[in-house]
């Protein structure tokens, strides 16, 4: 769906609250997008579409892309006999949680925690081993400060001066 370059920058997530299991896939901060197309939900295997959990998706990715931009989410909910109610529309598109407000923590809280993983991982990268880093500065110098080896208080003696007059010339 995405390509071949897209799959190094997809985030797993996983999480579990009751009788739902969430496992599934989101786009890193560096692979987004300008509308919701790319946001795949499924429960129970079947493709659905879900409010709710659209806008658990959109809370969870606030803090970690733009406003204007949209992770790529590829979310697979598996449900207990029970817990949820496919039977909502004709197309089988929609589904009623039986505990809304549990389903829609636990898309939020998976995916807000994949998005701020790869977040994190973009930031902080490795250094490699046997690389000069920086190198070492010289001491800082305060060139306020007395000469070396004069106590603090004890005014530094004169320097010597140059002759600019014009005797002689």
Do not use: M, W
Request: proline fraction near 9%; aromatic fraction near 8%.
């Amino acid at each position: 769906v995405f390509g071949r370059a897209t799959l190094g920058e997809l985030e797993l997530c996983e999480a579990r609250s009751g009788p739902l299991r969430l496992a599934g896939y989101a786009t890193r901060g560096s692979v987004t997008f300008p509308s919701r197309r790319y946001q795949y939900l499924f429960v129970n295997g079947r493709p659905v579409e879900d409010r709710a959990l659209a806008r658990a998706i959109s809370q969870a990715s606030r803090d970690a892309i733009r406003l204007d931009r949209h992770p790529g989410v590829f979310l697979y909910i598996t449900a207990e006999p029970g817990a949820v109610d496919v039977n909502v529309s004709p197309g089988k598109t929609q589904v009623r949680f039986a505990d809304g407000a549990t389903a829609f923590r636990l898309v939020y809280h998976a995916l807000h925690s994949a998005l701020l993983a790869g977040k994190e991982e973009r930031r902080l990268r490795p250094v490699p081993s046997g690389s000069v880093v920086a190198e070492a500065q010289a001491p800082y110098r305060d060139p306020f400060a007395s000469p070396a080896g004069v106590p603090v208080g004890v005014p530094a003696p004169p320097a010597e001066t140059a002759d600019f007059s014009l005797a002689g010339a």
